[in-house]
């Protein structure tokens, strides 16, 4: 997958991009980031990217001029095959299901967006797509970029080395994640569950499920309404069973 990111701070993205999965993935060419500075995109010597809002009120308001050319130039004839995706608090909210929808694509187009906002003209003639990470306001879209980046890229085969990692995770069956242990067996007297010590490939398989559903009910009990279950753990559910924490 290519992803281009458009944006007027990108010395803000390329650590997280250069580190751990991302860094390897993009090492081992399973996905490429490119990161395009927009005021190179400008012909003015100051590389004015912002102006004041027509009508007044206070902030700046990113220029159409330079967006458009950045997005035109780099993605050049794919421009009318890309998704080119906005990233603002006006968008639609991220989730696993957008995600999946996203690593469909074998290429993506990110718009960074900063200051008060940018000029409507970018959003109505140059995205096709504005996606919000939640309903807070950060100071610009290079973080929310990054998020996105990052959950799409954990979708790609190959990226998470662990084939199956990627469909164990929160949210990617629309539940909770199970808990997690390790080594030690017994720290301070807390001790990992026997179930999970015991070599049934099984009965972990059914605990993990069973204290997934536990954690989803207790902790975000509006995602099981959207998630396919059984009768089974329907009636598990019902019943707020708390015996399956197997010692």
Known sequence: MQIDVFTLFPEVMQPYLRSSVLGKARESELISVCVHNIRDFTHDRHHTTDDEPYGGGGGMVMKPEPVFEAVETVLGDDLGTTPVILLTPQGRVFDQTLAHELASQSKLALICGRYEGVDERIRSHL???EISVGDYVLTGGEL??????????????????????ADQDSHANGLLEHPH?????????MKVPDVLLSGDHAR????????????????????LNQATLSDDELQFLNQGDENEEER
Do not use: C, Q
């Open 127 to 129: 995205a096709t797509d």
């Open 144 to 165: 929310p970029a990054l998020m996105v980046i990052d959950a799409v890229a954990r979708l790609i085969p190959g990226v998470l080395g662990d084939h199956l990692a």
């Open 181 to 189: 242990y390790t080594r030690p067996a017994n720290f301070r007297g």
């Open 204 to 223: 972990i398989a059914a605990w993990r499920r069973k204290t997934s559903l536990k954690r989803t009910a207790e902790r975000r009990p509006d995602l």
